[in-house]
């Protein structure tokens, strides 16, 4: 049971991974059937469904390599020791409270802001845009970290 605790996340996106699969397999085999109908309709239609599994394959792979990044990143800051104590107060759901996630978050933006080029600073920042509930910059911050540590950070914009 620890264990399916511990790997939840994971086991829901390789889930949802599989729904996706089957969804794309099953939309590219009716584009075919539909390409191979001899009515001009159908076959514009079964062209337009081909469009559907790839941009559907391409979310799935650049969310996957998304978390992929995220996950090797923070074993290596948990590796050095750079990631934050989790002591953040928790609602009886297991949620964080949200004041005091609010209350730490200036000490991760002023990090950032006096080391803008460190991965780890932006990492740091997205966790704690994630904490206060902002998953949107979380997820720009998080991207930015990653662009940094690959050395790519140029071709990305800021989360903040």
């Not at 109908?37 to 941009?55: E, F, N, R, S, W």
């Not at 107060?89 to 609010?102: H, Q």
């Not at 911050?141 to 989360?159: D, E, F, K, N, S």
């Amino acid at each position: 049971m620890d264990w399916i605790r511990q790997h939840r996340t994971k086991l829901w996106v390789a889930g949802v991974a599989l729904l996706l699969v089957f969804y794309l397999v099953l939309t590219f085999n009716r584009a075919f059937l539909l390409l191979a109908d001899p009515q001009p309709i159908a076959k514009a239609i079964g062209a337009g469904y081909l469009v559907l599994p790839v941009i559907g394959a391409w979310a799935l792979v650049r969310e996957i390599m998304f978390g992929s990044g995220l996950e090797r990143l923070g074993r290596e800051l948990d590796a050095e020791g750079g990631l934050p104590v989790d002591a953040l107060p928790r609602t009886p759901g297991g949620r964080i409270v949200r004041s005091s996630a609010d209350a730490e978050f200036p000490k991760y933006q002023a990090e950032t802001e006096a080391a803008p080029e460190d991965w780890r600073s932006w990492y740091r920042l997205g966790l704690a845009y994630d904490a206060s509930g902002d998953r949107k910059r979380a997820r720009a911050a998080m991207r930015h970290a990653i662009a940094l540590h690959r050395g790519t950070a140029g071709a990305t914009g800021h989360g903040h």
